[in-house]
């Protein structure tokens, strides 16, 4: 008989050509374990690794035997290595029996790992009991902040590149540059002292534009 030996790049190949699991059966059992009526106190999250237990780097290729109940994965190219010296085909998660015939790479888990919301420095994420997922440090009310100071900061913008101004009479407009703004400052209410005014732009022009504070 010849006998011919796999390295572990072979055994790599054909667990791809196998296919994934596919992310729906994920997140399925996602739904049931965080759905356990079993629990006295009911689990709307749980975090999850993205690092191997072996490698303690996030996975390229997250897979787990179809013989495992968990949803934890392990990188399958570390796996494969480390069975290539020293065959085990024990699951570093369960230590449980996971053969190469039982491996599948989970396509939740490809996604998630692959998911630009994934920063690069992250690797825990929180599951949630209708499927979906965060970063484990994502903060919906510090997004929020983000999203108003970005707008504020887009309307400061647009207000300080705005090159015309309205005079008021249609189809009549000026140049920014060729009106003199001016604010008046008046330390009292009845003052019939003329207020300081401070010139912003121009001094050629004959425009003046005065707010009262």
């Given at each position: 008989y ?7 790049k072979?055994?790599?190949n054909?667990?791809k050509?196998?296919g994934l699991?596919?992310p729906?059966?994920t997140?399925?059992l996602i ?5 356990d009526q ?6 709307t999250s749980?975090k999850v690794t993205?690092a ?6 996030r996975?390229?290729?997250p897979?787990?035997?179809s013989?495992?109940d968990?949803l934890?994965?392990f990188?399958?190219q570390?796996y494969l290595?480390m ?7 024990m699951c570093?998660v369960c ?5 190469m015939?039982n491996?599948?790479?989970?396509g ?10 994934l920063?690069?420095d992250?690797?825990e994420?929180v599951?949630h009991?209708?499927g ?9 009310d510090?997004v929020?902040k983000l999203a108003t ?12 590149h ?6 008021g009479?249609t189809g ?7 009106a ?7 330390d009292t209410e ?7 005014r401070i ?5 050629n022009s004959?425009?003046i534009v005065?707010?009262?504070l």
């Amino acid at each position: 008989y010849h006998v011919e030996n796999l390295t572990y790049k072979d055994l790599l190949n054909q667990l791809k050509a196998k296919g994934l699991r596919q992310p729906d059966y994920t997140r399925a059992l996602i739904k049931e374990k965080l759905a356990d009526q079993d629990q006295e106190i009911a689990t709307t999250s749980c975090k999850v690794t993205l690092a191997c237990p072996l490698g303690k780097m996030r996975m390229n290729a997250p897979c787990r035997a179809s013989t495992c109940d968990h949803l934890q994965c392990f990188d399958a190219q570390l796996y494969l290595m480390m069975n290539e010296k020293k065959p085990k085909w024990m699951c570093p998660v369960c230590n449980k029996p996971a053969m190469m015939e039982n491996l599948l790479i989970d396509g939740f888990f490809l996604n998630l790992v692959q998911s630009p919301r994934l920063p690069p420095d992250e690797h825990e994420i929180v599951l949630h009991n209708d499927g979906t997922w965060d970063p484990l440090n994502y903060n919906k009310d510090d997004v929020a902040k983000l999203a108003t100071k970005a707008t504020k900061v887009s309307t400061t913008t647009l207000l300080l590149h705005n090159n015309t101004l309205n005079t008021g009479q249609t189809g009549s407009k000026r140049s920014y540059s060729d009106a003199m703004d001016c604010i008046t400052l008046d330390d009292t209410e009845h003052s019939d002292t003329p207020g300081k005014r401070i010139k912003l732009s121009d001094t050629n022009s004959s425009d003046i534009v005065c707010i009262d504070l």
